[in-house]
């Protein structure tokens, strides 16, 4: 099976502290995603990447950047995180050859205090 | 741009009965792919059932049915039998036809609690 696996479960940050959120897929797929889930507001798209090195604007990219140096790994940067980062967040990678091929991680619940 | 809304935050449903889940979305496309996804407290999205839209035939999936409704841009989940274990959010979710990237967009969530 497919995994998407996500380094953190939980964590806590300070406010201004930089963060790093990995994502790591081993079925070699193309596109990956990330996407921030809040209550009442869904999943909404942040970042996505279609190939090394290959980086897309989401819709709420504003405070965050992304780096894919390597196909299996997308990470997601905070660059000074604020109390308003606080979220859930969901990796998730898909196969380009199957239409409803998309999975994703467990999730990583990020506070900032 | 497209959106998809799910009107319902919350649904509740006695074990053994049928409940529906609400969705309607909004596009200009004509091709298009539609999704239900399950996200249980594991909180790991599972894929319940899926929709091409130029399938007029609605999707099931042993108990999970869709009513898709192309022109009125509805597309509901029927839950039949409803077991303690399909208590989760759901979401309501889309994608363009064709492309490279072809992310998914979602509703908000229902909420649904499956009572003993």
């Known amino acids: 099976d497919v995994k998407v696996t996500q380094s953190s479960r939980y964590l806590v940050k300070r406010t201004g502290e930089k963060v790093f959120l990995e994502c790591v897929q081993d079925?070699?797929?193309?596109?990956m995603f990330w996407y921030r889930q809040d209550p009442g507001l869904g999943l909404r798209l942040i970042y996505f990447s279609y190939d090394v090195k290959m980086k897309e604007k989401g819709d709420i990219p504003e405070g965050y950047s992304v780096s894919r140096e390597k196909k299996e790994r997308f990470s997601l940067i905070l660059e000074s995180a604020s109390t308003n980062q606080t979220s859930m967040y969901l990796c998730?990678?898909?196969?380009?050859?199957?239409?409803?091929?998309?999975?994703f991680g467990s999730g990583t619940r990020l506070t900032v205090v | 741009a497209q959106t998809v809304t799910q009107s319902q935050p919350e649904m509740s449903v006695q074990e053994a009965e049928t409940v529906t889940l609400s969705c309607t979305y909004d596009t200009s496309e004509s091709d298009y792919y539609l999704f239900w996804y399950k996200q249980p407290p594991s909180r790991q999205m599972i894929l319940v059932i899926r929709?091409?839209?130029?399938?007029?035939q609605n999707a099931t999936e042993n108990r999970f049915s869709v009513n898709f409704q192309k022109a009125a841009k509805s597309f509901s989940l029927k839950i039949s039998d409803s077991q303690l274990g399909d208590a989760a959010m759901y979401f309501c979710?889309?994608?363009?036809?064709?492309?490279?990237?072809?992310?998914?967009?979602f509703g908000t969530g229902t909420l649904l609690a499956v009572q003993p």
């Open positions: 998730a990678s898909r196969d380009r050859r199957v239409w409803f091929g998309y999975t």
């Open positions: 079925m070699d797929h193309e596109n």
């Open positions: 979710a889309y994608r363009s036809f064709g492309g490279a990237t072809n992310k998914l967009i």
């Open positions: 929709q091409e839209a130029y399938k007029q």
